[in-house]
């Protein structure tokens, strides 16, 4: 049984930065991509960076391109997302997602993840 839980969620001010760490037990690492989603207020659960397990070539939504990195520690069975210069339209809950064997060759979608961690929030104000 696999397992993923997301910290490092805060209130932060516009400008700041935040680290989000995933740690994962079972065999979640033997999946092929890995990556971060959120859901603001009133809105979908949305892609925004993911990894290849076995590459690590990663993808992003635009609305973070430059500004969030998706990293992975295999070893530690943990995945992480680096977030600068947070904007208040950053406001979210996180959650870290997991896949099956397929190989994604873009963003991951909602419907292409078969495990979630819990979420952690992040609030960002101006």
């Known amino acids: 049984q696999m397992r993923m839980v997301e910290t490092g969620g805060d209130s932060v001010q516009a400008g700041g930065s935040l680290r989000l760490t995933c740690r994962t037990s079972?065999?979640?690492?033997?999946?092929?991509?890995m990556g971060w989603f959120r859901q603001g207020p009133g809105k979908g659960r949305d892609g925004i960076a993911s990894?290849?397990?076995?590459?690590?070539?990663?993808y992003y939504d635009d609305s973070v391109k430059g500004r969030f990195t998706i990293s992975q520690d295999k070893a530690k069975k943990t995945l992480y997302l680096q977030m600068n210069d947070l904007k208040p339209e950053d406001n979210a809950m996180y959650f870290c997602?997991?896949?099956?064997?397929?190989?994604?060759?873009?963003?991951?979608?909602?419907?292409?993840?078969?495990?979630w961690g819990q979420g952690t929030q992040v609030t960002v104000s101006t």
């Open positions: 990894i290849n397990t076995d590459t690590a070539i990663t």
């Open positions: 997602a997991a896949t099956g064997f397929q190989d994604f060759s873009r963003l991951l979608q909602e419907s292409d993840v078969i495990a």
């Open positions: 079972g065999e979640t690492f033997m999946y092929r991509s």
